[in-house]
């Protein structure tokens, strides 16, 4: 986890969180948005950390098509 000052600002979703909760979010207009919710979530905490959003695994079987 990284201080929520050097998080990315240009749309990208990343983990935005603090001690007690984290949640997907994206940087919009000055403020966080939680991507499930699409709304404000400076409204629920105020986040502290971040990190970036990991690449789910892929199936071999679909590497092999």
């Known amino acids: 986890w ?4 050097t998080a990315p ?5 990343i983990f935005i969180g603090h001690p ?9 207009d000055e ?7 699409g709304t404000s979530l400076t409204c629920y905490f105020t986040p ?6 990991i690449k789910p695994p892929i199936l071999k079987e679909l590497e092999e098509k």
């Open 2 to 5: 990284q201080p929520i000052e």
């Open 20 to 28: 007690e909760c984290a949640r997907v979010a994206y940087w919009q």
């Open 48 to 53: 502290t950390h971040w990190q970036q959003l």
């Open 31 to 37: 403020d966080w948005i939680d991507l499930d919710r």
């Open 9 to 13: 600002k240009d749309g990208l979703a």
